[in-house]
């Protein structure tokens, strides 16, 4: 039990509360009550005086903040907008605690839709992305909405016109935008943007024959360990491939050129693989007629290590198979690929030898009946996703999940209104969902843990 001279006293607003130092040290060094302790955590006010310390901040919020502290649980009342909350979490340096109680650990079998948000621009949304903290970015033609944790708007990225193809986080104050090369321009490319308030804080060029050269960006990958920045290109000489630049210093590393026969320039996704150490590759329909994935290794020398396409003429060793592929994602604990093509069928393939495809019906007939509520002449095409051992799969107005290693359906995600699912993503542990409609995005959240679990 704590002793009377552990006892601190709070006049906050003009309501006094009473707790004691080690309830205030539970929120950390960097938060306003770390400042009242010395380095060895002992309170550094004198707590023998009867005069309370006083705050000039809501005193509402105050007593739920502390609480928090106390508990470890977040009980908001009804009459508090959180809004304010989240206000105030942000002035006592407690957004960090506020963030882990609201919502529990990503888990596709207990999320449940806690937010919608409605987007602002005209027209389909090109992409969303979760960022680390739990907010996130979606790009609209030539502009990037960048959302925080608590989902309000910072202001925009604002490309000058050029179409934005990609977005991506390297953390949570920075956000990297891939965008097309506009002909007479010498513009297009790669740049890194502050995330809080919209600056561009350098841009990431591709140098050919030791000149500069204009160029649209694609797809975009991110190795976290070695600080790198993956990106497909398309030049007017011959830079078409996947450029590598130091994410800190924006230099560029390193340049696989696209071979003879194969596409890498006008990839629709990119993946790092850091136990395999290669990037995933891939070119997928309607992008391209033909599908084309591959791992590149770019260790000297520099290699496709393994390959597939549905092409009849291109690598040696490639199997053909006739099923467009329309999304393919790496599942390196498996060691295996997974791809859906236009029947809305899933297959598998293991990047360790085989390039055969093993087709499961098992998505197409879960998500039969639902395209007569779809629109026909804006389809939004099937993306995949892996998260934590578990695939996602959308289709449509929902998404499904599969676990387990036969990968068995456990869970469908689905409101009721919103239109197709254009992208999703899974970041800080949520799922952000994009539809066609509005430019609604969802939010799924799983409820936090019981305390003691």
């Not at 105050?62 to 009342?77: A, N, Q, S, Y």
Request: proline fraction near 5%; aromatic fraction near 12%.
């Amino acid at each position: 039990m704590n002793n009377a001279r552990d006892r601190i006293r709070f006049n906050v607003g003009g309501r006094i509360f009473q707790t004691t130092s080690t309830t205030l040290a539970n929120g950390g060094r960097k938060s306003f009550f770390g400042a009242l302790f010395d380095d060895n955590w002992n309170f550094n006010i004198n707590s023998n005086s009867d005069d309370p310390i006083f705050v000039d901040r809501n005193p509402d919020c105050f007593g739920v903040l502390l609480d928090l502290l106390r508990t470890g649980e977040l009980c908001i009342p009804p009459h508090l907008p959180d809004r304010l909350l989240f206000r105030e979490a942000h002035f006592y340096g407690l957004s960090d605690h506020v963030r882990s109680a609201s919502w529990g650990p990503f888990d596709g079998n207990r999320v449940r839709l806690t937010s919608s948000v409605s987007g602002r621009a005209p027209g389909d949304g090109t992409a969303i992305r979760g960022g680390p903290d739990g907010g996130c970015c979606v790009a609209h033609g030539c502009i990037v909405h960048v959302y925080d944790w608590t989902l309000e708007e910072h202001p925009p990225l604002h490309l000058d016109y050029q179409i934005v193809n990609d977005v991506g986080w390297l953390d949570s104050q920075n956000v990297v935008v891939s965008a097309c090369e506009r002909l007479g321009r010498g513009d297009g490319g790669m740049g890194l943007f502050n995330a809080v308030n919209g600056e561009l804080r350098h841009r990431f060029p591709v140098l050919h024959e030791s000149q500069v050269k204009s160029f649209t960006a694609g797809a975009l990958g991110f190795d976290s360990n070695q600080y790198k920045i993956f990106c497909s290109c398309k030049g007017r000489s011959n830079e078409y491939g996947i450029g590598v630049w130091d994410q800190v210093t924006g230099h560029q590393l390193d340049f696989f050129y696209e071979p003879r026969g194969w596409s890498l320039g006008d990839a629709d996704r990119l993946q790092w693989l850091p136990g395999s150490n290669c990037l995933l590759v891939a070119t997928l329909f309607p992008r391209k007629d033909d599908c084309y994935i591959s791992m590149l290794d770019f260790r000297t020398p520099k290699s496709i290590v393994w390959a597939w396409s549905d092409s009849p003429i291109g690598l040696v060793g490639m199997m053909e198979d006739q099923k467009r592929v329309r999304d393919a994602i790496a599942m390196e604990e498996t060691s295996s690929i997974c791809v859906v093509n236009e029947f809305e069928e899933l297959g598998f393939m293991d990047f360790r030898s085989s390039s055969n495809i093993r087709w499961s019906s098992r998505s197409r007939l879960i998500m039969k009946g639902n395209n007569d509520k779809m629109d026909q002449d804006e389809p939004c095409y099937p993306k995949l996703g892996f998260h934590n051992g578990q695939l996602f799969f959308s289709m449509n107005d929902s998404i499904s999940v599969f676990s387990g290693p036969e990968w068995v359906l456990t869970s469908r995600l689905r409101r009721d209104h919103g239109g197709p699912i254009c992208d999703f993503s899974i970041g800080g542990d949520r799922l952000f969902a994009l539809h066609s409609e509005e430019n609604v995005f969802d939010v799924w959240e799983a409820p936090p843990c019981p305390l003691g679990l």
